[in-house]
Structure formats: C-alpha cells, structure tokens
C-alpha cells in the first residue's frame, strides 16, 4: 500500500507553501498515513499521461496502488475516511465535517481567491482597479458569515478539529498576505490553532523542503 501524490519540483516564493498539495500532506499527517511525492517539472502537468489524472493538468492527485484521485476536497475526505481525527464516527458529525470542506472551498476560497488574483497578478489593470472594492466588499461578507458561525467555539463544529477545519484554513491561508482576516480577531485565532497542529507543521516542512532541494541545486 503506497501512497503517492503529485507536487510541484518548484514554484516562485509567493506560492512556498501555498500550493495545494499541503492541504493533501496535512490530511495524510493527521490520518499517520505515510507518503512520497511525485514532484513534477513545469511543463510535466501538461502530458497526456498526467491529463489523464487530472483532467485540468493541476497539482495534487493521490495515487494508491492503481486508484486515483484529484481535487482537494475529495482527497482529504478519501483519506477521511481511514481518520477519525478528520472524520468523526458518527454519521451526523461525519456530515457536518463535509459541510465545512464544501463550505470552505465553495462558499470561501473563490472569493478569496478572486481578491488574491487581483492583488497579487492583476492589480496595476485598469479593469482590477475597477473590480477590487467589490470584490474585497463581497469577501468582507463571507468573512463576516464565518466568524460570525464560529464564534467562540474553537473549531468550526465545536470542540474537535475535523477535514472541514483542515481544508478551512488552508483557504484562509490564501489571505496571508491582506490584512483582511484581522478584521476578525476570532478567526485569526482560530487559524493559528489548527496551524499549531504537529500534523500541519510537518506537511509545511515537507512541501519546503521539496521546494528546497531545487532551491539548493
Ligand atoms: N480545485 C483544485 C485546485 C488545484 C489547483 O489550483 N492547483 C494549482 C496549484 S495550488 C495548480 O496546479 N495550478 C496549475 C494550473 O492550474 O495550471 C483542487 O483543490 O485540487
């Protein structure tokens, strides 16, 4: 039984530790679950073999013994099912831990992704310019929704940290570079718990020291 998942061999500093294969290491971290990573060269996600796999030429997918699989939420809930630190046992806790994947890379993560574009590649066009208050003000509200569904409570479905709270702040992540999540004192406080987890530093440091061995060469 060995598991393999695809990242990239490099990536520009912007993206250390963004690339969404952390959130894949995270789940199989938490899940004790050992791995190796097919480290792919830019150009590799575009051949026939790998499209293949995942359809839109994008990283991670995870390989096990012939069975694939691609897109985040679907892998970190795959690998779920194998940890009851992601997933609870019982059905109705099972459910809302889904809930929470869903909503964070549905109801989150494309309006966070949409301000991060525009500020990070779009931002001296005249059409970003034009778009970026709405943007920013349509991201404020979901923001609002979450902190506001939150709470006080330490995680999202209340005392344990579940797959839902996992693929969460790894969007959050995507704002590092705004100040946006600190209009939330709850919220910044909560992703700085689940990235306190061993589990999380390790597949952080992993994803690095990928990047790191094409930095050294
Ligand atoms: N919805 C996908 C998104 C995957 C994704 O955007 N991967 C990025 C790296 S973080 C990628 O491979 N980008 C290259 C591309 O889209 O061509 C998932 O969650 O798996």
Redesign the pocket.
């Known amino acids: 039984m060995t598991i393999t998942i695809s990242a ?1 061999a490099w990536v520009p500093d912007f ?1 250390k530790g ?3 294969d952390l ?1 894949v290491r995270w789940a199989l971290e938490e899940a004790g679950l050992p791995y190796r990573a097919r480290l792919l060269e830019q150009g590799d ?1 575009n051949d026939p073999e790998y499209r293949a796999l995942q359809p ?5 997918i995870f390989e096990e013994d012939g069975f694939v699989l ?4 679907a892998i970190v809930l795959h690998i779920g099912e194998r940890s009851e630190v992601l997933l609870p046992p019982d059905p109705k806790g099972r459910a809302r831990a889904t809930q929470w994947v869903v909503a964070a ?1 549905n109801s989150i993560e494309p309006f966070a992704l949409q301000v991060a574009l525009i500020d990070i590649f779009y931002k001296d066009e005249e059409w970003a310019k034009l778009r970026r208050p709405g943007a920013a003000d349509f991201l404020r509200r979901r923001l609002n929704g979450l902190s506001a569904a939150l709470g006080d409570k330490p995680y999202l479905d209340g005392d344990r940290f579940t797959a839902g709270d996992l693929i969460m702040t790894t969007v959050l992540r995507i704002l590092d570079y705004t100040p946006m999540l600190a209009e939330h004192g709850n919220l910044t406080a909560y992703k700085a718990r689940c990235e306190s987890r061993p589990a999380y530093g390790r597949a952080l440091a992993a994803q690095l020291a990928d990047f790191g061995k094409r930095d050294a060469a």
Request: hydrophobic share 40%.
């Open positions: 990239f993206a963004q690339v969404r959130r996600q839109f030429g994008q990283v991670p691609f897109e985040t939420g890379l």
